[in-house]
């Protein structure tokens, strides 16, 4: 569904600028013709620098240093180029470019599940799933669906997701999940009381506090932070403070100048989610950084 929607607003913000574009060029009015398309088809920049302007604000956090003006522009500019890839082609034209993975060519190896956030899909994940699947190490991303349902309706596709890595390869998978998705899996932990069907857990930017989380915590059992690596930053435009993506008893590690979808693309992320896939080959970090940065040509 999200990929429908995401395709609709694509090619209708396309047709509007080219409308637009040859409508004005018909009248010789060149100037419109050619700022109307741009305003549509960039303006976006200037919703991302209000979110950037809000953080600036309102996201100071006494535990965590504020971030200099220097790496809100670069990370601005980051989510710049970044949104359209991911909102404008991988999500809604390539969602199903790469299908998931549940064989290991390597002996013992331990699969990954990929988790989206909110208004995002599966194609979220597809330099990541292109470069697990070139070195054997199976994975499952998930599509979270009803994709406005309620954080708890997602646990079954969860679990799913899981069942399938175990029976696969015989081990506990390692979670990979961004935004809204960390708090899917923290309930799907919880509430099923899977902590032993997990054997790392790894959140981007997923904001760890707030009133449905007070209800979670009840559930939860105290050890289970102590298997989650937490990624967080100082210039995340969703998430702010940046505390709010901190987990008490988790590893939490702090991703400087990289915004909110841009983190799942950090490579500090990607190295740390290899070294908890062992046994695995030595070069599959290189790989996985490279195809993380790649554009995707077809």
């Not at 082609?89 to 990929?114: A, H, I, M, Y």
């Not at 697990?132 to 596709?157: K, M, Q, T």
């Not at 899996?185 to 007070?214: C, F, M, N, Q, Y």
């Amino acid at each position: 569904m999200i990929a429908r929607i995401q395709q609709f607003a694509t090619l209708s913000l396309l047709g509007f600028a080219a409308g637009w574009a040859c409508f004005f060029a018909y009248r010789d009015c060149y100037a419109l013709a050619s700022a109307g398309p741009l305003l549509v088809l960039f303006g976006y920049g200037t919703f991302l620098a209000t979110e950037f302007c809000l953080l600036f604000v309102f996201g100071a956090d006494e535990t965590i240093e504020r971030p200099a003006l220097f790496q809100l522009v670069r990370a601005w500019w980051g989510e710049f180029l970044r949104a359209p890839q991911v909102f404008c082609w991988r999500q809604p034209f390539r969602s199903r470019r790469e299908p998931d993975s549940v064989q290991s060519t390597l002996p013992g190896q331990r699969g990954v599940v990929l988790v989206h956030g909110f208004f995002c899909n599966r194609g979220l994940w597809n330099p990541w799933m292109s470069a697990l699947r070139a070195h054997g190490i199976p994975f499952v991303a998930v599509n979270l669906e009803p994709p406005f349902g309620s954080i708890d309706d997602y646990g079954g596709v969860i679990d799913d997701a899981v069942a399938r890595i175990e029976a696969a390869t015989g081990n506990t998978p390692v979670m990979v999940a961004h935004s809204m998705g960390g708090l899917a899996v923290r309930g799907w932990l919880a509430k099923s009381d899977a902590a032993e069907r997990v054997h790392r857990v790894v959140t981007i930017a997923s904001p760890h506090h707030g009133t449905w989380l007070r209800g979670l915590g009840a559930l939860e059992r105290t050890q289970v932070a102590t298997r989650f690596i937490c990624y967080y930053g100082s210039c995340d435009n969703i998430v702010f403070p940046a505390s709010s993506a901190i987990l008490a008893g988790a590893d939490n590690r702090h991703l400087a100048a990289t915004a909110h979808v841009q983190m799942v693309y950090h490579p500090d992320i990607l190295e740390s989610v290899l070294k908890c896939l062992e046994p695995m080959r030595e070069t599959a970090s290189g790989a996985i950084r490279s195809a993380a940065r790649a554009p995707e040509s077809r």
